[in-house]
């Protein structure tokens, strides 16, 4: 597996239920048009008290330790610092980062997710998108004071938020009327109504301020085609908006203006390759270029260079490239958890931050569980098995190295779903005895660190499947639907989901590609269950290479608890050796013609010819004179 997550890189880098509280809903002062529209003048309402100022633990230090850079470029990445949302301990904190002198250190330590940090123009304050309260909503953090204060309090979902470059105004995605828009808020006085700059039937996502102030730049979707488009501030209604990218099947995402605003970079994902495209705004009838692998461009406060997220199906990234030729400046260094948000910002990261005793005052939380120790190489004497209680399944067991985990995870996801889904396997343990579909014959489940989840939620709608390509491999994120759609659970599909049901409408292009993309977006709220199992040490596994013809070599309801073992490590822990010994088929003798020997041989006869009767000449009657 070490060797196909190496060379996949390598192919890579080569192209909660809680209280519902108050809510106020964005106005749009114009009606929603066919395309994106947006407000002109700032709409009041009766203001509504603040919520009070919360002060946050500060920031302790954890593993890994200073990343170490290539001795060519000491002083390219001295530039400002990180702000990172990484997934830990089942929850999704902000960590700070310098490459040079600061290693990942935690800000937050909440119980909550934190997700899709901003630092401010001056890099003093954070603002991200987090579940204080059940839903999501936009706070800022001072990093100067550890002083945290809410910006919004809604039941939508607001999340993405982009500075304004004089620090006042913050706009943001916002997930209204089942549909995901772009919203403006003052920093200064968050009682005022935010400001919805597209009211459209389009979906509008991932907006970015360019450093002049005047315009925001966002990706629109219509029809399950993504396009970029720039919004004038200093322009009204439909005038404002121009597009700046063709309508194309490419998945668009995370657009950011460089510092001078001559150059814009966004994300591009086609075929399952992610790919970060540069386009210089002064020539913007000249195609983008591509700058290398990745999404989730982010410009370095000098903008000579550009950070990306660059994932593996199981495994996260930072990579930082040189802007103009695309050289690696940071080389692809792995994450400890998911990553949902980074900037990067200028100056120096407040000290105060980074002081050993302030540290120590912000302990790591509790995890869900305690991952074990690494297996011993030799296996146990009997399978440790154990039954996993009131889960049904044909053998509701696993090994007693995922049990632990497994329950864990499913007591968690039953609270942030609201149903318990892992109540139902399609199968968890399969002992030796039963054999797989063939291509199935080293499968996980074997180990008993395996699950593969219920499927018939994807027939009853509440679950939808992400097709995502790694090279030649297909691998699928799994998103399920939440019980409770009031934004308490869950958050909008980011993606069109795969029709695999599609395979059956008697279209043989369709058939032959093993389904197709869903049309439009499905509405509500739903759970990336892949990245939340992955909180958990649960990875997805890739489909066969058949997968489009051959439904059982889908497995996109598979996963494995692998600890960092291969299958045969994880075979051993069950089984002794020799049944992991596969017999080898004997040839029996058979009976074959003995040969005749030469000299009792019959000749064949040659033919002889039979003598030819010569006919005799009748005789001449001459008649008598």
Not at 330 to 349: E, I, N, R, Y
Request: aromatic letters at 10%; proline letters at 12%; glycine letters at 8%.
């Amino acid at each position: 597996m070490v060797i196909l997550l190496t060379i996949n890189l390598t192919m890579l880098l080569g192209t909660a239920i809680p209280l519902l509280r108050s809510r106020s809903t964005p106005t749009a002062v114009q009606p929603p048009l066919g395309s994106p529209t947006g407000a002109s003048a700032t709409v009041t309402r009766s203001p509504s008290p603040a919520a009070p100022a919360v002060t946050l633990p500060v920031v302790t230090a954890t593993p890994p330790a200073p990343i170490s850079l290539p001795v060519e470029h000491p002083s390219a990445l001295a530039q400002g610092f990180f702000i990172l949302s990484l997934t830990e301990n089942g929850y999704a904190h902000l960590y700070a980062y310098q490459p040079q002198s600061l290693p990942l250190s935690r800000l937050t330590n909440h119980p909550w997710d934190e997700i899709t940090p901003s630092l401010s123009p001056d890099g003093s304050r954070v603002a991200f998108s987090a579940r204080q309260n059940g839903y999501w909503d936009l706070f800022t953090l001072d990093l100067a004071s550890g002083i945290t204060t809410r910006l919004t309090d809604t039941g939508d979902c607001d999340a993405y938020p982009t500075w304004s470059p004089d620090g006042l105004w913050l706009a943001y995605e916002t997930y209204t009327q089942n549909n995901t828009q772009i919203a403006v808020i003052s920093v200064e006085d968050p009682s005022q109504a935010p400001i919805l700059l597209t009211a459209g039937a389009a979906r509008s996502h991932s907006p970015a301020w360019s450093s002049q102030g005047r315009q925001i730049v966002f990706v629109a979707s219509t029809g399950g085609q993504d396009s970029l488009w720039i919004a004038d501030l200093d322009k009204q209604d439909n005038h404002r908006f121009a597009r700046v990218t063709r309508p194309g099947l490419a998945s668009l995402d995370h657009p950011a203006f460089s510092p001078d605003g001559k150059q814009l970079a966004w994300a591009s994902t086609s075929g399952g390759t992610s790919t970060v495209l540069i386009l210089d705004t002064e020539e913007p009838n000249t195609p983008p270029r591509t700058l290398g692998s990745g999404d989730w461009p982010i410009w370095s406060p000098e903008g000579d260079l550009v950070a990306a997220r660059i994932s593996l199906p199981n495994q996260v990234f930072l990579a930082v490239y040189q802007g103009e030729t695309g050289n690696l400046v940071l080389p692809p260094q792995p994450l400890p958890g998911s990553l949902l948000g980074l900037d990067w910002k200028g100056g120096q990261f407040p000290l105060a931050l980074a002081d050993p005793i302030l540290q120590a005052r912000n302990a790591t939380p509790a995890p869900f569980w305690n991952a074990p120790g690494a297996s011993s190489v030799e296996p146990p004497e009997s399978p440790a098995l154990v039954s996993l209680g009131d889960v049904t399944a044909p053998h509701p067991a696993l090994s007693d190295g995922a049990d632990d985990s497994f329950q864990a995870m499913r007591q968690q996801l039953a609270v942030e779903i609201g149903w318990d889904f892992l109540a139902n396997l399609e199968n968890a343990f399969i002992p030796l005895t039963s054999p797989l579909p063939p291509g199935l014959g080293e499968d996980w489940l074997y180990t008993g660190r395996g699950i593969a989840v219920n499927t018939l939620p994807l027939t009853a709608g509440w679950m939808a499947v992400v097709r995502e390509d790694y090279g030649s491999q297909t691998y699928w994120r799994l998103y399920l639907k939440t019980r409770y759609q009031d934004g308490s659970q869950g958050a909008p599909l980011p993606k069109a989901p795969w029709d695999l049901n599609s395979r059956y409408s008697g279209d043989p292009q369709i058939y032959e590609q093993g389904g197709a993309l869903t049309p439009t977006l499905p509405p509500g709220y739903w759970l990336d269950f892949t990245e939340y199992a992955s909180r958990f040490g649960w990875e997805r596994v890739p489909s066969l290479h058949n997968w489009r013809t051959y439904y059982p070599g889908i497995r996109f309801h598979e996963y494995a608890l692998r600890h960092n073992q291969d299958w045969q490590s994880a075979m051993l822990e069950m089984y002794p050796p020799e049944a992991l010994i596969t017999p080898t088929s004997v040839r029996f003798p058979v009976k074959t013609p003995t040969p005749v020997p030469t000299w009792i041989r019959t000749r064949t006869p040659t033919p002889t010819p039979l003598p030819t009767i010569t006919p005799t000449r009748r005789p001449t009657w001459t008649p008598e004179p």
